[in-house]
């Protein structure tokens, strides 16, 4: 049974940080694509950032501009892990945020992902 799990979310104020953190198990390889995504008040999911793997355990990241020199993604592959921090946070910024692993591109495309946690929620105050 594949199992994927976000934590870390919470309410903080403008300019405030989180860490959010992504648990995956029961895979039978290691997944190439891992990508967080979030679902805005505006009910659209967008990705958010991405870390995709180029060899052993290097990999590549990519972000959505909006969010560019904010937040940071980044893996432990050794602990199933995944993470995102981020850092100066806005209103705009808030929604629930979903962890995706798969083994296709594009990073930024729900369809491209088999397996999704059930989100956790950011919640930025002006």
């Known amino acids: 049974l594949v199992q994927v799990m976000e934590s870390g979310g919470g309410l903080v104020q403008s300019g405030g940080s989180l860490r959010l953190s992504c648990l995956y198990s029961?895979?039978?390889?290691?997944?190439?694509?891992t990508s967080w995504f979030r679902q805005t008040p505006h009910n659209v999911r967008e990705g958010v950032a991405g870390?995709?793997?180029?060899?052993?355990?290097?990999?590549?990241?990519n972000y959505r501009d909006s969010v560019k020199d904010r937040f940071t993604v980044f893996r432990e592959n050794a602990k199933n892990a995944v993470y995102l921090q981020m850092n100066g946070l806005k209103p705009e910024d808030t929604g629930v945020y979903f962890c995706?692993?798969?083994?296709?591109?594009?990073?930024?495309?729900?369809?491209?992902?088999?397996?999704w946690g059930q989100g956790t929620q950011v919640t930025v105050s002006t």
């Open positions: 029961g895979l039978t390889q290691r997944p190439v694509f």
């Open positions: 870390a995709h793997l180029i060899s052993g355990n290097i990999y590549e990241t």
């Open positions: 995706a692993v798969g083994n296709v591109p594009p990073w930024d495309d729900p369809e491209s992902f088999d397996y």
